[in-house]
């Protein structure tokens, strides 16, 4: 197999650099664009809609993709890595079920069916694997712990599995942008060319880049260290 990339530039900074921009954008987006969030709301309520969006982005991406390389970036014992690592993890996961439920009672209180479109197919998988994921990793390398050798079989497919959940999110995260900017175009809401649905637009090739350079610096044997991937199960 041909050797993974190597990299000669601060791939660590850029990624924390689109991980805070496109954090920032989606909160612009539901704030500036869109009004506002709240969890609850007589008068709007998409503004409960407007709380998904944030909280599955700001946490299924950008505290996932921090997690993924937090075996290179996290300086002291391979201990605290991995505690950065599952409760980075931990609170993405948390994040994501309360932005799952934000959009569930959107649709309760609106009286819209649920689960009928490919994003909300492809949302619903990337939240069960990823909790499914996070509790068979905490459970075989953090408590109560599998055998050496359980730990040594389990790494390679926690690590692809990790990757591909992280994929999955953006793709999830890029056919929700889509699919609510179509909706608003469809109704009138916004223009095609409008602001709004370029800014929309941006955010999703910003995603895209920000995806790129995740799984570079994680498969990259020039960022990093890179025995924390490939030589132990601890
Ligand atoms: C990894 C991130 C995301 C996941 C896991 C996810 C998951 C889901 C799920 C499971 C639903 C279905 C809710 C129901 O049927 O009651 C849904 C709905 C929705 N989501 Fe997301 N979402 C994500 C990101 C986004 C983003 C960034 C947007 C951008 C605006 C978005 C827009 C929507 C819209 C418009 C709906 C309502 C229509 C539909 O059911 O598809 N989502 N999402």
């Known amino acids: 197999m041909a050797a993974a990339p190597g990299v000669r530039f601060p791939v660590f900074g850029l990624v924390r650099l689109l991980g805070l921009a496109s954090a920032t954008a989606i909160i612009v987006w539901a704030v500036h664009f869109r009004g506002g969030m709240a969890f609850s709301s007589e008068t709007d309520k998409l503004l409960i809609f407007n709380v998904h969006p944030v909280l599955m982005l700001i946490g299924l991406v950008v505290l996932n993709g921090e997690a993924l390389l937090a075996y290179k970036t996290v300086p002291g014992t391979k201990k605290l890595k991995k505690l950065v690592h599952l409760a980075l993890q931990f609170l993405a996961m948390l994040l994501s079920l309360i932005g799952l439920w934000t959009v569930w009672k959107f649709h309760n209180e609106r009286e819209i069916d649920h689960l009928y479109t490919l994003h909300s197919w492809l949302g619903l998988s990337c939240i069960i694997f990823f909790s499914l994921q ?43 942008l889509l699919e609510k900017s179509i909706f608003m175009q469809s109704t009138k809401m916004i223009g095609r060319f409008s602001t709004e649905a370029l800014f929309m637009n941006s955010l999703g090739m910003l995603l895209l880049l920000l995806g790129a350079l995740v799984i570079l610096a994680v498969v990259s044997p020039g960022a990093g260290k890179i025995d924390t991937y490939r030589g132990s199960s601890e």
């Open 134 to 176: 996070w509790a068979t990793g905490f459970y075989t390398f953090w408590y109560p712990g599998g055998s050496r050798s359980g730990r040594a079989s389990l790494l390679p497919w926690h690590v692809f599995f990790g990757l591909f959940l992280y994929v999955l999110a953006i793709a999830t995260s890029v056919s929700g």
